[in-house]
Each structure stands twice: as C-alpha cells, then as structure tokens.
C-alpha cells in the first residue's frame, strides 16, 4: 500500500529532529526532487521548473554528482538548492551507523549542504542523534509516488494534489525509473496549484550548531 501523505503519529513522534513540512508558511510550497542528477531525466524536470519560474531542493546521490558533474552544476546555476542524499543511495536501517554516516560524509564532499534527507525515508535514532546539530534532516508530508509502477501517472497526480496543504514538502523524483510517471504529474501539479495562487521555494538550512 502506498500512502502519499505521512501518517500525523509519526509525524508528531519525529517533529522535533526530522522536518516533515514548514510550518506557518501560508500558500507556500516546497517542491523537492530525489535520486538525480541524471543527464536523462533532470535536464527535462529543470526545464519544467523554469518555464514555471519555480525553484525546487534537489537531494543529490553522491555518486550520480560524481558521474555527472555538468548536471548537478545546471541545478545549482539555475538557482535551485541542493541536500545529500548519501553517497551510495543507502538504506538507513540496514547500513550500520558508522558505515552510513561515512557514506554521508562522502557525498559531502560532493554535495556542500546542510540539508540531508534519509533515503527511503529510512535513518536509525542513533543516526539522527548524531547528525542532527550539523544537518537539517528533511522528510516529506506528501510522497507522490511517482517511481511506484503499480500507480498510474493520473493516480500520482491526483492523490499528490489531494494530500498537499499549505507548507507541504512534496517528493518527485528526477531519476529513470520514476521519470514517466513523474513527468506528467510535475507540470499539471504546477499548474493546479500556481492558478490557485500558490509559490514555491527551497527549503532552507538552518545553523544546527545554535540549536544544541
């Protein structure tokens, strides 16, 4: 089963180290993209973006930056912020801690942000404690499903408009296997919600070292 919106328990359970949407932000969006840079699917999704005039947070795979420099250099020139996504793509809960926060480390060193996002949304307690005051660990409240092959792109449309509110983090992704669905979800998702007078931004890191 596929839920697009995060269950409000875990939400409430997590709120204080894991970012799950950005509060007090009225008509506010926050459109996010995982798995990318790739040359065949993130070229097109930036392209959407500008001919909407939308800025977007790309969490970036370490190693896709590393095979694909002069795509992640398009993200950054286009004005759109970017998050580690971990080197390697790791799963948080079957990667031991020390190994996964080294594979962090290295993406690091291609992915200069203070933005970090689990992937599959997977990161261990002991993980969170320890970056928590370096990173801001973002999360979603609308998963559009976009990579699931079981859902139509009308489906990932129609369910991602339905679970998104004010302040919503929204998660497309820019990667080959999501691309179908998400390429025709992401325009008429812009267009519905810019007619209903909505903007979007980035999201914005935040100085963890004063939070201790």
């Not at 409430?12 to 008509?27: A, E, V």
């Not at 001919?51 to 370490?62: D, E, I, L, P, Q």
């Not at 993980?127 to 990932?156: A, C």
Request: with cysteine.
């Amino acid at each position: 089963m596929h839920y697009t919106s995060t269950p409000a328990l875990i939400r409430s359970l997590t709120r204080k180290r894991l970012t799950w949407n950005i509060p007090g932000r009225p008509d506010e969006l926050f459109l996010t993209f995982d798995d990318g840079p790739v040359p065949e699917v993130t070229p097109e999704v930036l392209d959407i973006l500008e001919n909407y005039s939308v800025k977007a947070t790309f969490f970036c795979v370490g190693d896709n930056v590393r095979k694909h420099p002069d795509v992640y250099e398009a993200i950054r020139k286009a004005g759109h912020a970017t998050g580690n996504h971990t080197f390697h793509h790791l799963n948080g809960w079957k990667t031991p801690a020390a190994e996964y926060l080294s594979d962090i480390a290295q993406c690091r060193s291609m992915v200069e942000s203070r933005l970090f996002r689990p992937p599959y949304g997977r990161i261990r307690p002991s993980v969170v404690k320890h970056l928590q005051f370096e990173y801001k660990i973002v999360m979603w409240s609308v998963l559009t499903g976009d990579y699931n092959r079981e859902l139509s792109p009308e489906q990932v449309l129609t369910n991602s408009i339905a679970s998104t509110r004010s302040g919503s983090i929204i998660v497309f992704h820019d990667s080959i296997k999501a691309s179908p669905n998400m390429l025709f979800a992401l325009p008429r998702f812009l267009d519905h919600f810019i007619s209903k007078g909505f903007k979007f931004s980035t999201i914005e890191a935040e100085n963890r070292q004063q939070k201790r």
